[in-house]
């Protein structure tokens, strides 16, 4: 249940950590206090130590109810992408002494492109465009986009039934059953 907790507002974090060690087996607490110690941060008198890694860095509660992204998949797909290039262009001489500019021009298209992304969710969520941008809107390709103005990704409908259940799971969450959301969670994901 411990990847669970990814799914929890920030603030619910360290008290559905604390309800969660009720239920942890006794051979796992060893691994709860670290967890407890890196990740969530210890209870003090007036407060919460702070953690190496806290919640607010790696919760993707906001993101899994948006239907954003939860993982770095795209980063390593950009990786995948990228290596690819750099592998099929490396044959040709030509190619090869023109590899950096390659790269780089690659590299800044796809910032572009995320820029464009992140333009737009800023846009449907604000209803304004950034200050930056003019008035009209974020200029993408309607074949590529969805009804969101986000540009569309292929997902497989497993996980786009996967995403549907999590945000029903997350919708239902009201900071009083927190074992009961880290149980549904935690047998809904596909780790």
């Not at 967890?35 to 899994?64: H, M, T």
């Not at 770095?72 to 099929?88: D, F, K, P, R, T």
């Not at 030509?94 to 690659?106: D, G």
């Not at 549907?164 to 799971?169: E, S, V």
Request: aromatic fraction near 10%; include cysteine.
């Amino acid at each position: 249940m411990l990847p669970a907790l990814a799914f929890l507002p920030v603030g619910a974090t360290p008290e559905a950590f604390h309800d969660m060690l009720e239920v942890f087996p006794q051979e796992a607490i060893k691994r709860a206090g670290y967890f407890e110690d890196v990740d969530v941060g210890r209870p003090r008198r007036n407060s919460i130590c702070s953690a190496q890694f806290p919640p607010k860095l790696w919760s993707v509660y906001e993101s899994a109810l948006d239907g954003m992204p939860r993982t770095n998949n795209s980063v390593e797909a950009w990786h995948y992408g990228l290596q690819v290039i750099a592998h099929n262009f490396y044959a040709t001489n030509f190619i090869a002494q023109n590899l950096l500019t390659i790269l780089v021009s690659y590299f800044l298209w796809s910032l572009s492109r995320l820029s464009e992304q992140r333009k737009a969710r800023f846009t449907e969520l604000v209803g304004v465009p950034p200050l930056s941008e003019e008035r009209e809107g974020p200029k993408r390709n309607d074949a590529q986009s969805s009804g969101s103005g986000v540009t569309a990704t292929r997902v497989s409908r497993k996980q786009q039934a996967y995403n549907k259940g999590l945000q029903r799971i997350l919708q239902r969450f009201d900071g009083t059953d927190n074992t009961g959301i880290l149980e549904a969670c935690a047998r809904s994901s596909t780790l």
